[in-house]
């Protein structure tokens, strides 16, 4: 998560499991919300395909949810600042099944 300012701030180490370590692949993401939680639906779509299989759920209340874009957003621009800035495409790739205006909504 980002860095807190607060100087009560502790390191934290973390555990990782043989399979989760393993990672999973994800070209497709669907985010909803309840008042309470923000959902986020970790999909994976075949070329061609009208069906998406999820892969992985991850439900988080929203100020860790804030947190975490606020984290994505930092390493992005590390990233960028790393490897240039990384280019939307102005067309869809051949066999993307995904239009690029729904992407993000709920």
């Known amino acids: 998560m980002a860095k807190d300012n607060n100087p009560q701030q502790q390191n934290l180490n ?3 499991a043989a399979d ?3 990672g999973v692949y994800s070209n497709l993401a669907v985010i909803s919300h309840t008042p ?3 959902v ?3 999909a ?3 070329p061609g395909s009208k069906n998406a ?6 439900i988080m209340n929203p100020i ?3 947190r975490l874009l606020m984290a994505l957003n930092d390493n992005i621009q590390k990233f960028e600042n790393q ?6 495409p102005t067309v869809r790739p051949m066999g993307d099944t995904v239009p690029y205006d729904i992407i993000g909504k709920a």
């Open 64 to 66: 860790h949810a804030k």
């Open 36 to 38: 309470a939680e923000i």
């Open 20 to 22: 989760v370590a393993q």
């Open 40 to 42: 986020l639906d970790f």
């Open 44 to 46: 994976q779509v075949l």
């Open 53 to 58: 299989s999820i892969r992985s759920r991850v």
């Open 14 to 16: 973390l555990d990782i």
């Open 83 to 88: 490897f240039g800035t990384i280019q939307e």
